[in-house]
């Protein structure tokens, strides 16, 4: 899922998981909406209500990526143990740790059994989202967000699969796709694995079916009636076995 900054990409993200938990569909994932303070917050998806950490830790406005913010917990100049920083923001390590063993969780969750799955089955899984720092600095997510997708992609996380929301920037999309789920892929019409309608790619090989990618932008989301009517598709998916 790719779109500018603002176009609501998280509100989207955040509409799905209420509805997915409406469903009884069990998720996981983080999501990093702004918080009351403006600031950006992480929410584990982790059980019926969200736990909130908190994530961005300075009030710089976007720049052009010189890192050159500052915070009560970054000074200029060195990083200091505990940041990360991202052009001018910088966001708190804890929580990014937090998040990687929050995507190891949903790596792991579908090859347990009985009391060592506590959880259950992972129906859905959100990640908001895959950028720079993951897929250029192997930072951020990484290598948990590398190793949950390359392992759905083998179709190794369990059955049913897992399905993924993925959010991604347009210049970074590929790279993405090659990075992680770089198995060969041929193209594919959706609607004759799922009845959904959707164009997208499937790796070859029945087991590979998980990583299905299905491109959506913000566009196609321009109303609470689009956004509303899509998320009732995904809702109503069948399993991926």
């Known amino acids: 899922m790719s779109g500018p900054p603002g176009s609501g990409k998280t509100t989207f993200l955040q509409r799905c998981a209420s509805r997915f938990a409406e469903h009884n569909l069990r998720l996981g994932g983080v999501i990093a909406p702004t918080g009351a303070n403006g600031r950006r917050e992480l929410q584990l998806l982790r059980g019926p209500v969200p736990q909130v ?15 050159q913010g500052t915070s009560k917990m970054c000074e200029e100049g060195a990083i200091q143990e505990g940041c990360v920083r991202i052009g001018n923001f910088e966001f708190n390590e804890s929580s990014f740790a ?6 190891e969780r949903c790596r792991t969750a579908g ?56 959010v991604v920037r347009p210049s970074l999309r590929d790279k993405l796709v090659s990075t992680f789920l770089n198995d060969q892929v041929d193209s594919v019409d959706i609607e004759d ?47 991926l076995l």
């Not at 994530?55 to 990526?65: A, I, K, L, T, Y």
């Open 53 to 67: 950490l908190p994530f961005q830790m300075n009030d710089s406005g976007p720049g052009d990526g010189s890192g």
């Open 98 to 103: 937090a998040a990687r063993n929050e995507l």
């Open 111 to 166: 090859q347990l059994q009985g009391a060592e799955q506590p959880d259950g089955h992972i129906s859905w899984v959100i990640i908001d989202e895959v950028g720079p720092l993951e897929l250029h600095r192997k930072q951020g997510l990484e290598p948990a967000v590398g190793e949950l997708l390359r392992s759905a992609n083998a179709g190794a996380v369990g059955a049913p699969q897992s399905r993924f929301i993925i």
């Open 193 to 239: 694995a799922s009845g959904v309608g959707m164009s997208g790619f499937f790796p070859f090989g029945a087991e590979a079916r998980a990583a299905a990618i299905v491109d959506i932008s913000t566009d196609q989301l321009a109303s609470d009636a689009d956004a509303d009517a899509l998320i009732s598709r995904l809702v109503h998916l069948p399993p």
